[in-house]
């Protein structure tokens, strides 16, 4: 849960930097806002696998923590401009 955690708290980090951050660099935070909702997908993965209950209140944190990541994750690629190339 934790992991899941960090990697959210990362992702929202990265999504300001992508969005407000230096534009030369949009490309890297946006990047890293990928790899961190990937991070924290898989650890939320892992929580519901290890959990017996899927009323467990960590269960629901820990999906909140993915919905954090995946906003950062909407939010890092708005900010990325299509240079004509595929997406």
Not at 42 to 69: F, I, K, M, T
Request: with cysteine; glycine share 6%; aromatic share 2%.
């Amino acid at each position: 849960l934790a992991i899941a955690c960090a990697a959210a708290e990362v992702a929202t980090l990265g999504a300001e930097l992508a969005r407000h951050g230096n534009p030369h660099l949009t490309g890297d935070a946006t990047t890293a806002v990928l790899i961190a909702e990937a991070a924290c997908r898989a650890a939320v993965e892992l929580v519901e696998a290890n959990l017996d209950d899927g009323d467990d209140p960590r269960s629901r944190e820990a999906w909140d923590w993915a919905r954090r990541a995946a906003v950062a994750r909407t939010q890092a690629l708005s900010a990325v401009v299509p240079s004509g190339g595929p997406v």
